[in-house]
């Protein structure tokens, strides 16, 4: 059955049952920035309309952290969503916390269960759609305070 064909169709004879094409949902973040978190590169993506290379690669270092910073500004970006299945996030997540971004950081289980993104390129721009649309939510992260507690408890085992 087709997608127009289903649009006028009765759900269990009470309501009917509307969908929505792709092209209709509502842009929520317009700023929105993606980012794939690696172990040795960090793959990010902006909106097409804000750079000409709208789809970068950066270093783990220090320096290219806060390079990744000054480009996500200097393309106007004001929310960032990121992925990562280890704890290379962290320095990332800081350092953009501290430039003022309101960034969340997305379990890879809810990004990762739409096949054919075979590329960390793909999936940046995947987590930045996502994002621009308002379909992802932030996993918890306690006040910088607690974390710091946590950080030398960890270390005093």
């Known amino acids: 059955m087709s997608k127009q064909q289903n649009q006028g169709k009765w759900a269990k004879g009470k309501k ?5 094409n792709l092209e209709q949902l509502e842009q929520i973040n317009l700023n929105a920035a993606g980012i794939d978190i690696g172990a040795t590169e960090h793959w990010v993506s902006v909106p097409a309309d804000t750079d000409e290379e709208h789809v970068r690669c950066f270093s783990c270092f220090t320096s290219d952290l806060h390079a990744l910073a000054d480009w996500l500004k200097k393309c106007g970006i004001t929310t960032v969503a990121m992925e990562s299945t280890g704890v290379d ?14 960034v969340k950081l997305v379990n890879a289980h809810y990004i990762k269960t739409v096949p054919g993104r075979k590329s960390d390129i793909l999936d940046c721009q995947w987590i930045q759609q996502l994002h621009t649309y308002g379909l992802l939510s932030g996993s918890f992260r306690p006040d910088d305070q607690v974390c710091v507690l946590r950080s030398y408890i960890r270390a005093s085992r």
């Open 16 to 20: 009917k049952i509307q969908f929505k």
């Open 89 to 102: 996030w962290i320095p990332v997540f800081q350092i953009l916390e501290i430039k003022g971004f309101e």
